[in-house]
T-cell receptor
Framework: GQQLNQSPQSMFIQEGEDVSMNCTSSSIFNTWLWYKQDPGEGPVLLIALYKAGELTSNGRLTAQFGITRKDSFLNISASIPSDVGIYFCAGLGANFGNEKLTFGTGTRLTIIP | SAVISQKPSRDICQRGTSLTIQCQVDSQVTMMFWYRQQPGQSLTLIATANQGSEATYESGFVIDKFPISRPNLTFSTLTVSNMSPEDSSIYLC?????????FGPGTRLLVL
C-alpha cells in the first residue's frame, strides 16, 4: 500500500540534543498523526494535527501540519534516554468516509551515551 | 482516548496451523482496523472491520487467509490461517474515535 516519505530513516544523537524529522506526501490529508513505538509495543499516539498550518506541542514535542496539507514535521527538544524508539507519521485521508491511515516509513531514534 | 487489549500478546506456531487474535476495546467504536507490521517495517493495513458487515480488505489481503469477525462494537478477532514463516509479524488492532487512531499493544507471531 501507499506509504509516506519519512526522513531521516535513522538518527544517532547525544542526550540533550534537539531532534527534527519530517514526512511528505504527494496526496493531501485532513489529519496528521505522530506515533512512537517502543520495542514489543504498539504505537502510542503523541500528537494529532487537524488543521493546515496548525502547530501543536506536547511537552518537549512540537509538531506542525504543513500549509499545503502534504507534509508535517515533528521536533523533540532536549532529548532524553526515554525518547529512544521508532517514530511514525501517519496521514488520515482527505476523502469523506476514508478513515484509513497511511503510515510513514519510520524514523529510528538512538541516543549515544 | 481508548484502551485496547489484545490476546495473545505473543505466540509461536507451526506452519499450516491457524491462530485467532482477539481485540477488546473499553468503549463502543464504529470502526476497528487490523494491521500487520513485518520485522523492521512500518504498519500495513490488512482490513477494516465494521460491526454488522463484512470486513473490507486491502489489496494483497484476502478473507480466506485473514478471516475477521466483528460481533459487537467493542470486540473483533483476526485469524491468520494456514500459517507460513512469512506470516511472522506483529499484528495490531486499532480504533478511531474522533478522527484519530489508537493502537493495541500488538500480538507478536512467530511461525516456524
Amino acid at each position: 500500500g501507499q506509504q509516506l516519505n519519512q526522513s531521516p530513516q535513522s538518527m544517532f544523537i547525544q542526550e540533550g540534543e534537539d531532534v527534527s524529522m519530517n514526512c511528505t506526501s504527494s496526496s493531501i490529508f485532513n489529519t496528521w498523526l505522530w506515533y512512537k513505538q517502543d520495542p514489543g509495543e504498539g504505537p502510542v499516539l503523541l500528537i494529532a494535527l487537524y488543521k493546515a498550518g496548525e502547530l501543536t506541542s506536547n511537552g518537549r514535542l512540537t509538531a506542525q501540519f504543513g500549509i499545503t496539507r502534504k507534509d508535517s514535521f515533528l521536533n523533540i527538544s532536549a532529548s532524553i534516554p526515554s525518547d529512544v524508539g521508532i517514530y511514525f507519521c501517519a496521514g488520515l485521508g482527505a476523502n469523506f468516509g476514508n478513515e484509513k491511515l497511511t503510515f510513514g516509513t519510520g524514523t529510528r531514534l538512538t541516543i549515544i551515551p | 482516548s481508548a484502551v485496547i487489549s489484545q490476546k495473545p500478546s505473543r505466540d509461536i506456531c507451526q506452519r499450516g496451523t491457524s491462530l485467532t487474535i482477539q481485540c477488546q476495546v473499553d468503549s463502543q467504536v464504529t470502526m476497528m482496523f487490523w494491521y500487520r507490521q513485518q520485522p523492521g517495517q512500518s504498519l500495513t493495513l490488512i482490513a477494516t472491520a465494521n460491526q454488522g458487515s463484512e470486513a473490507t480488505y486491502e489489496s494483497g489481503f484476502v478473507i480466506d487467509k485473514f478471516p475477521i469477525s466483528r460481533p459487537n462494537l467493542t470486540f473483533s478477532t483476526l485469524t491468520v490461517s494456514n500459517m507460513s514463516p512469512e506470516d511472522s509479524s506483529i499484528y495490531l488492532c486499532s480504533v478511531d474515535p474522533l478522527e484519530t487512531q489508537y493502537f493495541g499493544p500488538g500480538t507478536r507471531l512467530l511461525v516456524l
